[in-house]
């Protein structure tokens, strides 16, 4: 499709202005107005909440019943809260919605251009009314050193796909940052990172990222000793700039300073992620053995969008919600913490990206729920640290030639069982076309299974005549999949409302 001139032009003059202002945050004209009075929408408890069309062809029992925070003793899911160390979104517009999505960890950005705006003086004041906010309602930050602070010449860029500081005194202002940062809040911040995505600009070589990484978590840990690290920080998840990096730490004899490694994997389809991710493993145990690579980063637009990541499709809140449900289960059943990318869209320029699992504008103030923060309750309801990955399970499905992928899991007291599974072949899509599929299970026990679908979190009847037990397979006939998932899964995990 040929754009109109004048629309190139428009655009290209806001995305110009919107860079330069970005050097220093939010301050473009739409921002600065002020926030018009509104009440938060409420929470839609009701049990078709999610409304899509989808008609699954058994009997329902009820709707999953979501978990809060307080219900939910331990998962691996973390959710990203980005942005607020350049004001691109307000922390206190969205916080009542944080606790009953049920996810415990926040990601955040720890600012340094923004604490420290005159050279030796630290303003605290915005990242603890946060910190102190979250810690209160029980929820456990988890804070990037990320960014840099022009104010000192090579002190690195204060946005994404800037330099990382690389001047003696630049450096020097960084380490005094770091550790004034890490005393404050080592009571109430137990989880780091290094910076982010470093290896989006070229000047940013592995080998000085990765000194970068040693310095800063050297700086962590003599503070606080017990502090859990994360490393690498990769965008994407390709494994050439990794290689050097992670050679780099051998090297320097430093693997011992991280927990774990993160990485950024966007695809259009999020299945397409896993021979890229299977590969960045392999390149890390060329070098360390036991540290897990961590999801670091992930999300989807719910709008078409021009500039950021996953763009020039059409996506919608519907394609959004699978896409997070495949991202995030997937994730959990290679064994990788999950992040979802992120809780509210974004004050970018030139354009409001449409991540968040709660709608808003340049505004900053709530002002809708979507299909994904429900589809996310919904799975990290299901799939808590109650459960553990069975990573070597023999299941195989039928379905007109349709590729499925499955992962399954149990319960860690109890032995009941959950598989989840969709078709994985495509980018997901706005329709909903169910395929009665077979599913095949060896020596997976389940006593008294259902059907639960994660989009709407509706949970059905699975008919006696539609699943036998052969001794060495149990089969389910006619199991409704289509491109999100679904789960068989033994009733006593399910809660419903």
Known sequence: MRIP??????FFTLAFYGLAQEKVGCHCPYCALPNPPAANPPIDASPDRVKVDLEIPLK???????????????????????????????????KEYLKPLGIKKLRLQAG???????????????????????????????????????????????????????????L??????????????????????????????RDNMPE???????????????????AII??????????????????????????????????????????????????????????????????????????????HALNSHYWTELSQAKWFLRRNIGDLGHGHETNVFAIIDMCYHPEVTTYGLLKSDRSKKV????????????????LDDRLERIPYAKITTTADHRRAVTYAFRDKKTEDRLVAVWFDKAIPSDTNELRPTKVEIVKRKFKDPVYVDLLTGGVYEIPKEKWFDDGELQVFEDVPVYDSPILIVDRPLVTMQ
């Open 112 to 170: 340094w251009a923004k604490t420290e705006k005159k050279q030796g003086e630290y303003d605290w004041t915005w990242l603890d009314a946060i910190i102190d906010d979250a810690h209160a309602r029980g929820l456990q930050p988890w804070l990037q050193t990320s960014y840099g602070n022009p104010i000192y010449p090579g002190g690195g860029g204060a946005n994404l796909s800037e330099g990382i500081p690389t001047s003696e005194e630049g």
């Open 367 to 382: 002002l809708g729920i979507k299909k994904a923060y429900y589809a996310v309750q919904h799975a990290v309801s299901m």
């Open 5 to 10: 001139t004048l629309v190139l032009i428009v």
């Open 230 to 307: 994360a490393g690498l920080n990769l965008g994407g998840n390709g494994s050439d700039y990794s290689d050097k990096f992670f050679k780099k730490l051998n090297d320097e004899n430093a693997f011992g300073l991280f927990a774990s490694f993160t990485y950024h994997p966007y695809h259009r389809n999020p299945d397409d992620t896993w021979p890229l991710t299977l590969k960045l493993e392999e390149t890390l145990r060329k070098y360390n053995q036991t540290i897990p690579l961590r999801q670091g980063e992930n999300g989807c637009p719910s709008s078409f969008n021009i500039t």
């Open 60 to 94: 329902k029992l009820g709707t999953l019943k979501p978990k809060s925070t307080d219900e939910v003793s331990a998962s691996r899911w973390s959710l990203g809260c980005e942005v607020l160390d350049r004001d691109y979104t307000d922390y206190h517009s969205y």
């Open 172 to 201: 020097a202002a960084w380490d005094r940052w770091v550790e004034a940062m890490v005393l404050r809040y080592k009571n109430k911040v137990v989880e780091w990172e290094m910076w982010n995505e470093p290896n989006n600009i």
């Open 208 to 226: 000085m990222v990765a000194a970068l990484n040693i310095r800063t978590a050297k700086i962590i840990k003599k503070v606080q000793p017990e």
